[in-house]
C-alpha cells in the first residue's frame, strides 16, 4: 500500500505564494505520474498540475504562469509552487500518484485559504 502525505497548506492575503510538497511511500513500487489537484466546496477535484516520471508538465490554464511543478524520482516527492495566489485558489488541494502499474492513490488533502 502507498501512502501518500501532503504538507504546506495555509492562509495567505491575495498576491502572496505558497509551496505544497507531498511524499509518497510505502510497499514495493515505483511512481510514474504525480499531479496536484484541488476542490472546491461541493464540486468535483480538478486538475491542477501534473508531471511525469520523465517531468513533462501538463497545467490547468487558470494557473499557467503562477504554479510550478516539478519532482524528486529518488524521494518519490513532488511539490508546487503557487505564486500569485488568488481568492480563487482557495480550495483544498490534493496530491496524486500512479505507480507503474497505473494504480492511483490520493493524498489526505491540505487546505490553501486566500484571503482578498
Known amino acids: 500500500q502507498v501512502q501518500v502525505v501532503e504538507s504546506g497548506g495555509g492562509s495567505v492575503q491575495a498576491g502572496g505564494s505558497l509551496r505544497l510538497s507531498c511524499a509518497a511511500s510505502?510497499?514495493?513500487?515505483?511512481?510514474?505520474?504525480m499531479g496536484w489537484y484541488r476542490q472546491y466546496p461541493g464540486k468535483q477535484r480538478e486538475l491542477v498540475a501534473t508531471i511525469s516520471r520523465l517531468g513533462s508538465q501538463t497545467y490547468a490554464d487558470s494557473v499557467k504562469g503562477r504554479f510550478t511543478i516539478w519532482r524528486d524520482n529518488a524521494e518519490n516527492t513532488v511539490w508546487l509552487q503557487m505564486n500569485s495566489l488568488e481568492p480563487a485558489d482557495t480550495a483544498v488541494y490534493y496530491c496524486r500518484v500512479w505507480t507503474l502499474q497505473l494504480v492511483g492513490y490520493w493524498g489526505q488533502g491540505t487546505q490553501v485559504t486566500v484571503s482578498s
Open positions: 510505502g510497499g514495493d513500487f515505483s511512481i510514474n505520474s
